[in-house]
């Protein structure tokens, strides 16, 4: 049963100018109880003027109150959109499954990609739009057209910076982090600081030879006390300071490791 026709044009933009877009839509609870129709078989429908048929799409409910429920709809291109619903439950088109992450290396602005199985589980033609969400945001979209029974996979790439990341195609949820470790530049500073440390103590050594070799009466322990008094100050505090940089370094990355995992929501 046809609730409404309804159509979808571009506003202040031109329509070869979207990739994909979200858009709201309402089905009002007094239809749906005047009509006997079961809330899950609300069904949202493109019209295709090339092969003059409609053709369902999938569609989230994302709330309601007490007149209207509302549906989040993904749409690929501008056209008429039916409406509809029966009394008996909704068919199950398509499943999804396997999602799966591929990273080579979690560094910023690295290639990261987000595959999946659809499987066409009607005996006949049927067209799935894949969607990918990022952090709950709307990322991309892919169509894909299915013969009856038959399965294909939809691919994603993304090139996402430093930060933790969750996306989802249907049901399917996974999560990664980006932002591995710099292990160059702690090695780099681990270096540096044993650089100085030796520096220091060899530049503390040659003096005190020097001074030794005028001076037989004065210890080395008098000398080297007072010689670090006078440059064992800077030299601590290059140290002190190169040693805290290394420190947060890991402090703030460690946590952060590389890490993903796959879910499935109920």
């Known amino acids: ?10 506003d ?3 329509a070869g100018d979207m990739l994909v877009a979200q858009v709201t839509l309402v089905v ?24 003059g048929e409609w053709k369902p799409a999938q569609a989230n409910r994302i709330g309601e109150d007490e007149e209207i429920i509302r549906y989040s ?8 959109w039916s409406i509809t619903g029966s009394a008996d439950p909704p068919l199950v088109i398509f499943q999804v499954d396997d999602l799966q992450i591929s990273l080579s290396d979690p560094q910023p602005e690295v290639a990261v990609t987000i595959t999946a199985m659809v499987t066409n589980l009607l005996n006949e033609p049927a067209e799935y ?16 057209l299915l013969k009856g029974n038959q ?7 993304i090139y996402p910076e430093r930060g933790t990341y969750e996306v989802r195609i249907d049901q399917l949820v996974g999560t990664f982090k980006i932002g591995g470790i710099p292990w160059a530049a702690i090695v780099w500073s681990i270096v540096v600081v044993l650089l100085l440390l030796a520096g220091g103590w060899f530049f503390l050594f040659v003096v005190w030879r020097r001074r030794r070799s005028r001076q037989h009466d004065q210890s080395f322990r008098e000398w080297a006390v007072l010689r670090l ?9 290059i140290v002190a300071a ?25």
């Open 1 to 10: 049963m046809v609730s409404d026709y309804l159509e979808v044009t571009a």
């Open 129 to 144: 739009v894949a969607v990918l969400w990022i952090n709950s945001r709307l990322s991309d979209s892919e169509t894909v």
């Open 12 to 14: 202040n933009f031109q």
């Open 73 to 80: 709809l993904i749409v690929t291109e501008f056209s008429i």
């Open 151 to 157: 399965f294909a996979p939809v691919s994603f790439t």
């Open 229 to 237: 008094g006078q440059v064992g100050g800077p030299i601590l505090a």
């Open 28 to 51: 009002e609870k007094s239809w749906i109880r005047e009509n006997n129709i079961h809330e899950w078989s609300i069904q949202f429908s493109r019209y295709d003027e090339v092969a």
């Open 242 to 266: 190169l040693s805290a940089y290394v420190a947060g370094w890991l402090f703030l990355l460690v946590p952060g490791r590389w890490r993903r995992s796959v879910r499935a929501d109920d």
